[in-house]
């Protein structure tokens, strides 16, 4: 099993919201250009302002307050498998302790399900869009947020390179440790969705890091620990890496001045008859029925 999706890891990585803040507080303080994420993803959806939405992974409540601006006729309500990461949740009595793959919902109840950047933890990534199809209306729309598979790549070079020079003599094959994302990204989450979906839509958005120190870079790869250490290949050690991946920041910044780190992220819209596809669907509905009339 990959560490991403296995559950004792991703227990000790969201025990509490620590490594989660360190992600996100990385990512708006460094990123350029500068953006609401949340707000851009969820501008990828028509709202009419009375939906009822299911907040998968929910955390700490990051698409809480952004998710109300467009819903003030609504409800939200947030899930997580993990409680300590719904101690800090604004949204109070609508959150339940629960897990993607067995939803505590009836079926047709969402108008709008998301799964933002959680869908490669999830031990059963197929039972649970199978859940989430089961309780969205049948125009509901699933958002799910997730990477690129070309996400950050030179943080990607920096550990192999570190690995490289660890690895024992006669070591054959080895990888650098993989990112958890590369279990559901915008390119293999596009095919799995249209497994059960009619219509997907992706829509990118890159940007970079841009660090001036080595510190935030290495805070930032110490969130992810928990995943990334069970990968190393045998006979080499996470503070080793740690150490050769700080030698090379340093030497980048000695020359540039600075640190870039290419990022791609973005979101994956699906329905079958709602959001973007309603219609065409309708058209093509109108046209089912005019067919007939005519015969």
Request: with cysteine; net charge negative.
């Amino acid at each position: 099993m990959f560490t991403a999706n296995n559950p004792q890891t991703i227990r000790q990585m969201y025990a509490n919201d620590e490594a989660w803040r360190i992600r996100q507080e990385t990512h708006e303080r460094y990123s350029v250009p500068q953006l609401d994420f949340a707000s851009w993803a969820l501008d990828c959806i028509e709202w009419r302002g009375d939906e009822v939405v299911l907040d998968l992974g929910c955390g700490p409540g990051r698409w809480y307050e952004a998710v109300q601006r467009r819903i003030p006729n609504g409800l939200y309500y947030g899930l997580d498998l993990h409680a300590g990461m719904l101690e800090h949740h604004p949204a109070g009595q609508t959150l339940t302790v629960g897990n993607a793959e067995q939803l505590p919902y009836a079926d047709d109840t969402f108008d709008v399900v998301m799964a933002n950047h959680m869908l490669y933890h999830v031990e059963n990534v197929y039972g649970a869009i199978e859940e989430i199809r089961r309780v969205l209306k049948p125009d509901g729309i699933m958002m799910a947020t997730t990477n690129s598979v070309h996400n950050m790549p030179e943080l990607q070079v920096l550990l192999h390179r570190a690995v490289t020079l660890l690895v024992p003599p006669g070591t054959a094959q080895f990888q650098a440790p993989l990112p958890p994302s590369d279990l559901f990204t915008l390119e293999t989450g596009t095919r799995v969705l249209s497994r059960y979906f009619y219509a997907v839509a992706r829509y990118d958005l890159p940007s970079s890091l841009i660090f001036p120190t080595a510190e935030p870079v290495l805070a930032y790869l110490e969130s992810g620990r928990a995943v990334r250490e069970p990968q190393l290949p045998k006979g080499v050690y996470w503070n080793d890496v740690m150490v050769i991946v700080r030698e090379q920041i340093n030497r980048l910044l000695e020359h540039f001045g600075e640190l870039v780190i290419s990022k791609l992220i973005g979101v994956l819209i699906a329905t079958d008859r709602g959001g973007f596809i309603r219609d065409y669907v309708d058209c093509r509905s109108g046209e089912g029925e005019n067919s007939q009339v005519e015969g």
